[in-house]
């Protein structure tokens, strides 16, 4: 399993950004994934799932409404639209696959790329 995200760094509050995480190693199509955040000196906190075919979605309180998960399966990349953000949104994102194909809300798998750092100024 490899996950490699792209896509970070700083923007204003209020602005957007647009996370992908490239997928390779396993079948991307069959596994439900996920965007997770370390905040400085925070533990990591769970954001957003997809399921494997891409119609169905969850979102943490935190960002709902703000953020959008998204995928394409014929290019086994993931994504993560961030929209008014806040200071707060400041961590390092990564993604993260399932086991299966369904969203299992706040639960943070092993399987996690390397992180792109987004930090929002005030």
């Known amino acids: 399993v490899q996950l490699v995200e792209s896509g970070g760094g700083s923007v204003q509050a209020g602005g957007s950004l647009r996370l992908s995480c490239a997928a390779s190693g396993f079948n991307f199509g069959n596994y439900a994934m996920y965007w997770v955040r370390q905040a400085p000196g925070k533990r990591l906190e769970w954001i957003a799932g997809?399921?494997?075919?891409?119609?169905?979605?969850y979102y943490a309180d935190s960002v709902k409404g703000r953020f959008t998960i998204s995928r394409d399966n014929a290019k086994n990349t993931l994504f993560l639209q961030l929209n008014n953000v806040l200071v707060e949104d400041t961590a390092v994102y990564y993604c993260?696959?399932?086991?299966?194909?369904?969203?299992?809300?706040?639960?943070?798998?092993?399987?996690r790329g390397q992180g792109t750092q987004v930090t929002v100024s005030s």
């Open positions: 997809v399921n494997s075919g891409g119609l169905r979605t």
């Open positions: 993260a696959k399932d086991f299966g194909t369904e969203i299992r809300a706040r639960v943070i798998p092993p399987d």
